[in-house]
């Protein structure tokens, strides 16, 4: 893709939601089922997000139409138009896939997070009619079976955080932090998980992570961006 079509997908993936920012604040904590004027606000939302936009000054027609459309689905079950396959842009069924990601390991009230590598692979289950399986593959592929921040457990008993994607989608590098006998270590230690001694034994929740470096100390000055 070009760079003005990545410019633009970054610009739709950090706007997709702005109409609803309100309402998605409300819903994290809701424990019961959406009004009717939830809902259509959540139907109406891609499209509202569109008219802010341009009431914004935003003209650019590629980051509009990705906002616009980062709800339709394969099958022409989503919405606002209903419109499937291939008349869906590439762009947005990427910004789609991410969308989806994100809301899986984000907690709300009624529910857990999932772990990353659930939600990929609940998603290869469940979003097969809506995304196209190959996107999906490819979106992994990109992120690796363990993304980037996720908590392990490695096998030689030491705690450690997803850092990299390494030789192949299941053996990211990692940083341990917790050292097998338990002990926080004084600098965190780069392991190649490819290697048995250093290999994934779980994934571990973030609650249970015991994480209490700065991620400055990990991934440099890039984790303040």
């Known amino acids: ?34 009004t009717e004027l939830e809902r259509k606000l959540i139907n109406n939302h891609s499209q509202e997000g569109v008219n802010m936009l341009k009431n914004a000054g935003v003209d650019n027609k590629d980051w509009l139409s990705f906002v616009l ?8 079950s989503g919405y606002p138009n209903g419109i499937r396959g291939d008349a869906i842009p590439q762009s947005a069924k990427i910004i789609s896939l991410a969308d989806r990601y994100c809301a899986r390991i984000s907690s709300r009230s009624y529910r857990k997070a999932l772990l990353p590598n659930s939600a990929l692979r609940d998603m ?14 490819c979106f992994i592929e ?3 079976v363990y993304p980037a921040g996720t908590f392990v457990r490695l096998e030689n008993g030491e705690t450690a955080v997803v850092t ?5 989608t299941t053996t ?9 006998r338990g002990d926080v270590l004084i600098e965190p230690l780069k392991r190649d998980t490819s290697k048995a001694h250093y290999s994934i034994r779980e994934v571990i929740s973030a609650e249970h992570a015991n994480f209490r470096l700065s991620m ?3 991934w440099g000055d890039t984790a303040c961006l």
Do not use: C, W
């Open 1 to 34: 893709k070009s760079s003005d079509e990545i410019v633009a997908i970054a610009a739709a993936a950090l706007t997709m939601n702005v109409s609803m920012i309100k309402l998605q604040e409300k819903l994290q904590h809701q424990q019961t089922e959406l």
């Open 69 to 76: 459309l980062h709800h339709e689905n394969e099958d022409g």
């Open 124 to 137: 290869l289950v469940t979003d097969k009619e809506h995304i196209s399986p190959m996107l999906i593959k």
């Open 142 to 144: 990109v992120l690796g």
């Open 164 to 168: 990299s994607k390494g030789e192949s």
């Open 172 to 180: 990211p590098f990692v940083h341990s932090y917790i050292g097998s």
């Open 216 to 218: 400055q100390r990990i």
